[in-house]
Nanobody, 129 residues
């Protein structure tokens, strides 16, 4: 069973930076696409960024050029480096992992019937203007 534990959320002023971390366990057997989602109150969940087993990254247009997703060398920790933050980045951020063929990522990254998708518990990020 894959377990994901986020940390690093908090409050920051607009223009500031924050780094989220996600400690993963139970994922050593198999290949996984990993990523970050966020959800603000009253809004739909948004896929923020994903990174595949070869460390190729995808970003939502809303964060491209400001956020960077990365994994440590062991693949046990996922990061989301957030720079030049905006009030609209305020949300609960969730780490996620999906077991896929060769650890590839695509636009369907997310929970699906019969899939192996795992969520972290979430970490709150607040950006004040």
């Amino acid at each position: 069973q894959v377990q994901l534990v986020e940390s690093g959320g908090g409050s920051v002023q607009a223009g500031g930076s924050l780094t989220l971390s996600c400690a993963a366990s139970g994922h050593k057997y198999g290949y996984y696409c990993m990523g970050w989602f966020r959800q603000a109150p009253g809004k739909e969940r948004e896929r923020v960024a994903t990174i595949d087993d070869s460390r190729t990254a995808f970003y939502a247009k809303s964060v491209e050029g400001r956020f960077t997703i990365a994994k440590d060398s062991s693949g046990d920790t996922l990061f989301l480096h957030m720079n030049n933050m905006k009030p609209e980045d305020t949300a609960m951020y969730y780490c996620a992992a999906e077991r896929t063929l060769a650890g590839s990522c695509d636009s369907t990254f997310g929970p699906k019937p019969g899939g192996r998708f795992y969520w972290g518990q979430g970490t709150q990020v607040v950006v004040s203007s």
